[in-house]
C-alpha cells in the first residue's frame, strides 16, 4: 500500500470551500484503488489565526510541513490583514523555504466554449508555462527610505543568481526536450538590461546543451500580444516570477477563467515538500457563497497525483474536470452554471468511478 502523507492548508476566503472538494476526490481516489492511501492532516493557518496569534502560521510551522510528502493549500490573503503580511508570512514563505524554484502551470483548453478567442479550440491553446518561484522579481529585497518624507524612495531589488536561472531553464529544456516540444524564453533584455540580459544569455548558454530542442525567445510585451492572436505558437514556457505570475492570470483567461487553472510549486529534488494550488487567490466577493468553482483546486489534485507518478489518476481527473464541463449540467456561475461547488465536487467523484 502506497501512502501520500499530505498536509492540508485550507487558508482563507474561498479557500477552504475548494480544499474540502479536492479532499473529496483523494477520498473517492483511495476508494477505487487498493494500493494506494492519503493521509490528511489539516493547519489551521491563515488570516484568522493571524487576528488572533499574530502570526500567520505557527512558530516551527516549517519544520512541521517538513515532515509530510506533500501540502495541498487553498488561498491566503483576505481585507483586515496586509496582503504583503499574509503572503510573505505564508505562502511565499512555503515556497521559499522549500526551495519550490519550479512553478508549473498548464494553459489547457478544454472546451472551445471556455475561450472568449474567436475560432480557437483545444488544439490551438495548449501548452504549459514554466515559471521561476524562488527568487527574481519577488526575492524580497528592497527597502523602504524616508518612510513619509517627500524624499521616500521604495526599492525593489530583482535577484537573478546564477544557480537559480540556470536551473528553471534548464529545467524548461528537460521539460521541453522530453516531451518533444518547442521551448520558448519570455524576458524583456530591452529595458530590464541586467537582469534579463543575463537571463536570455543563460537561455542561450543553456540551449547549446539541447541542440534538438527548437527554441524561441520573446519579449514579453510582444509574448502577451502572440497569447492572444497565436496561443498555438506556445508548447512549453519558461519565464521569470512576476512575468510568469501574471502570464498565468492571462493565460488563465484564455481558458476558462481562475475558477480553472492550477499551479503545482515543485522541489524536483523532492529534498522538501512541494506544494499543489489553485491558481487564484481567496476571491472574497464570492467567499461563503459556496459557489466558488473548485476545478482549479481538483485540477491541482490531479498534478499532485502526476507528481507521485500516480498519472492514471491524474488523467482519470483531468478527464473528469473535461466530461463536467462538456456536460455543461453542473458547473458554478463562473462558467455559466448554477450548481454549488459540493455539486461540482460530487459530480467529479462520479465520473471518475466511471473511468
Ligand atoms: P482572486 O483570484 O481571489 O479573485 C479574482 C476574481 O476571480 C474575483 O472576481 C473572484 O471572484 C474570481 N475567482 C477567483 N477564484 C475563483 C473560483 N475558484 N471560482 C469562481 N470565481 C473565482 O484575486 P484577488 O481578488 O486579486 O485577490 C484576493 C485575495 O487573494 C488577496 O488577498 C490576494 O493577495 C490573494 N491571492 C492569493 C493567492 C494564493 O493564495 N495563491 C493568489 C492570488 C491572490
Ligand atoms: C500566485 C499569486 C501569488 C504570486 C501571490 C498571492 C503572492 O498571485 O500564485 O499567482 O504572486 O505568486
Ligand atoms: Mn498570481
Redo the contacts with the bound molecule.
Keep these: 500500500m502506497k501512502t501520500i502523507n499530505i498536509a492540508l492548508i485550507p487558508?482563507d476566503?474561498?479557500g477552504p470551500e475548494?480544499v474540502e472538494e479536492g479532499v473529496k476526490v483523494l477520498k473517492a481516489i483511495e476508494q477505487l484503488d487498493d494500493r494506494l492511501s492519503f493521509s490528511f492532516t489539516s493547519f489551521p493557518w491563515g488570516c484568522e489565526y493571524y487576528l488572533q496569534e499574530g502570526k500567520m502560521m505557527a512558530d516551527d510551522g516549517i519544520e512541521q510541513l517538513n515532515q509530510f510528502d506533500a501540502i495541498y493549500?487553498g488561498?491566503?490573503?483576505?481585507p483586515g490583514v496586509p496582503?504583503h503580511i499574509?503572503?510573505w508570512d505564508l505562502?511565499l514563505k512555503i515556497r521559499k523555504q522549500f526551495d519550490q524554484y519550479v512553478n508549473l502551470r498548464p494553459i489547457t483548453l478544454l472546451n472551445e466554449a471556455l475561450t472568449p478567442l474567436k475560432a480557437r479550440t483545444e488544439r490551438d491553446i495548449d501548452f504549459l508555462i514554466i515559471r521561476e518561484n524562488s527568487e527574481g522579481e519577488y526575492a524580497g529585497a528592497g527597502d523602504r527610505l524616508f518612510k513619509g518624507k517627500p524624499e521616500e524612495v521604495a526599492l525593489q531589488t530583482g535577484v537573478f543568481s546564477r544557480k537559480g536561472t540556470e536551473r528553471i531553464i534548464r529545467y524548461a529544456y528537460e521539460e521541453a526536450r522530453n516531451s518533444g516540444r518547442t521551448l520558448t524564453s519570455i524576458s524583456k533584455g530591452n529595458a530590464l538590461n541586467y537582469s534579463m540580459v543575463f537571463w536570455d544569455e543563460v537561455f542561450e548558454e543553456i540551449g547549446k546543451e539541447y541542440p534538438d530542442v527548437e527554441t524561441y525567445s520573446y519579449l514579453v510585451d510582444a509574448a502577451s500580444l502572440y497569447f492572444v492572436n497565436d496561443p498555438g505558437g506556445f508548447e512549453v514556457v519558461v519565464t521569470s516570477n512576476l512575468f510568469g505570475d501574471i502570464l498565468t492570470d492571462l493565460g488563465a483567461a484564455l481558458t476558462g477563467?481562475?475558477?480553472l487553472a492550477t499551479g503545482a510549486n515543485v522541489n524536483p529534488e523532492k529534498k522538501f515538500p512541494s506544494m499543489f494550488?489553485?491558481?487564484?487567490?481567496?476571491?472574497?466577493?464570492?467567499a461563503g457563497k459556496g459557489i466558488?468553482?473548485?476545478l482549479?483546486a481538483i485540477w491541482s489534485v490531479s498534478q499532485l497525483l502526476d507528481f507521485f507518478d500516480e498519472d492514471k489518476w491524474g488523467a482519470a481527473i483531468l478527464s473528469s474536470i473535461r466530461d463536467i464541463i462538456n456536460e455543461k449540467e453542473i458547473l458554478?456561475p463562473?462558467l455559466g452554471g448554477n450548481a454549488s461547488t459540493a455539486d461540482v465536487g460530487d459530480r467529479i467523484v462520479e465520473q471518475l468511478k466511471s473511468k
Design positions: 487558508g476566503g474561498i475548494v493549500l488561498a491566503v490573503g483576505y496582503d499574509s503572503l505562502l477563467g481562475l475558477g494550488e489553485p491558481v487564484h487567490g481567496s476571491a472574497p466577493d464570492i466558488a468553482n473548485p482549479a458554478t463562473d
